[in-house]
């Protein structure tokens, strides 16, 4: 499947950017935002780490089960409305999150919450590809450094705001972002009927992506990555108390290991152009996770130091994970197809890393294991990096 240029009217370049970023950035925080005050959930609904492992796990199920659609929907209806309905959805999940009563509606909520990130997670490639072909890595690492620093903003403030108010108060108040970003791509759909007949009238046709070597490396690629990053916003709070950390400053912990990444997301594309192919990126990235999060293990006193190293890990290897989408392939079609692909294998196996976490950690109790699996994890992303780092294209 190839998508047509969707016609309507130009609109210039800093719109079509601002338009990316701001729906890049409601992304991740009604995803981070809820580690900080997991234990608040817990204690105010009676869940217990597996069951919150679970909840913790499911927007991410939904991104692996929603992403196989979401190539088709925006073939039948355009990228861009697409993207403007997973906007008004994610609006509505947020809401829904934090009404108060029963424990119903924040299952719920979380669903439609997944559901609609996904829209955006693969589709935010495949804009890249058509709006800036020139300009990917750099416009990719700039979305990313700045839905970090409003991954990193959401994790900071959850524990004050639950304080002054409630945790529902601190997941809910994201809807205005949402809002916001709405407000933002509304001009992109001024092109009428003609967009939507447009990506209609696209090919069906292109590489196979289920059936190639290359794609599977880069799904591989984005899985274990996501693994880590999930269970780590998740649960690193949680892992930090153990070791005697405050709430809040574990909260702030994890704010800091996102403004780690942002410095690694800025900085990761000169890395990405090191040597004839993309090696060096792919590899020092999972390098920086596993040395960190050994340091963890073994020398926790040091904590903030190594919250750092994975942050730059962790971050630098998201940007290259969907750098790879668009570099791997020759047309945004394919790149939409490849970027359904690998997010659908590769946030399926971070929804199984999640409730694995909580079981884990349910029977285990407090203790560094869960850390000591993720550097193995880490260790295989480095593996992987080595053979998806080669520098070749799935031609569409």
Not at 10 to 29: K, Y
Not at 288 to 317: D, E, I, N, R, T
Not at 324 to 352: E, F, H, I, K, N
Request: proline letters at 6%.
């Amino acid at each position: 499947m190839n998508f047509a240029p969707e016609r309507g009217r130009a609109l210039p370049s800093w719109l079509l950017l601002l338009g990316i970023v701001l729906v890049a950035a409601n992304l991740r925080p009604v995803i981070t935002t809820v580690g900080p005050v997991l234990p608040l959930i817990g204690a105010d609904t009676g869940l217990s780490p597996s069951a919150l492992g679970i909840l913790a796990a499911v927007p991410v199920v939904a991104f692996g089960v929603v992403s196989p659609v979401v190539a088709t929907l925006g073939r039948r209806f355009g990228i861009q409305r697409t993207v403007a309905g997973a906007l008004v959805l994610l609006a509505v999940g947020t809401v829904v999150r934090s009404l108060p009563g029963s424990a119903t509606p924040l299952w719920v909520g979380t669903a439609l919450i997944g559901a609609a990130i996904a829209v955006g997670n693969v589709l935010l490639p495949a804009v890249v590809k058509k709006d800036f072909p020139l300009r990917l890595t750099t416009v990719t690492s700039v979305y990313i450094a700045v839905q970090t620093v409003f991954a990193a903003t959401a994790s900071g403030v959850a524990v004050p705001l639950a304080v002054a108010g409630s945790w529902r108060v601190a997941l809910g108040v994201w809807v205005v972002l949402v809002l916001v970003a709405l407000a933002l791509w509304l001009p992109r759909l001024r092109g009428g009927r003609g967009a939507t007949t447009a990506a209609a009238r696209a090919r069906t046709g292109g590489a196979p992506v289920w059936r190639s070597g290359l794609a599977w490396e880069v799904a591989v690629y984005m899985g274990l990555q996501s693994t880590v990053f999930y269970v780590l916003v998740t649960w690193l709070p949680t892992l930090e108390q153990d070791l005697g950390v405050g709430a809040s400053a574990a909260g702030w912990h994890l704010f800091l290991y996102q403004v780690a990444a942002i410095v690694s997301n800025l900085a990761t594309p000169a890395l990405m152009r090191v040597g004839p192919d993309q090696r060096v990126a792919s590899v020092v990235m999972p390098t920086l996770m596993v040395a960190g999060m050994l340091g963890l293990v073994l020398a926790p006193g040091l904590v903030q130091v190594w919250v750092v190293v994975v942050g730059l890990g962790s971050g630098g290897s998201f940007v290259v994970a969907l750098s790879l989408v668009g570099l791997r392939v020759a047309d945004p079609g394919t790149a939409s197809r490849l970027s359904s692909m690998a997010q659908t294998v590769g946030y399926l196996g971070a929804a199984a890393g999640l409730v694995l976490a909580g079981v884990l950690r349910d029977l285990t109790g407090p203790g560094p294991l869960l850390l000591v699996c993720l550097t193995v994890v880490a260790f295989g992303q480095l593996i992987v990096g080595w053979l998806v780092g080669r520098s070749r294209v799935l031609h569409g």
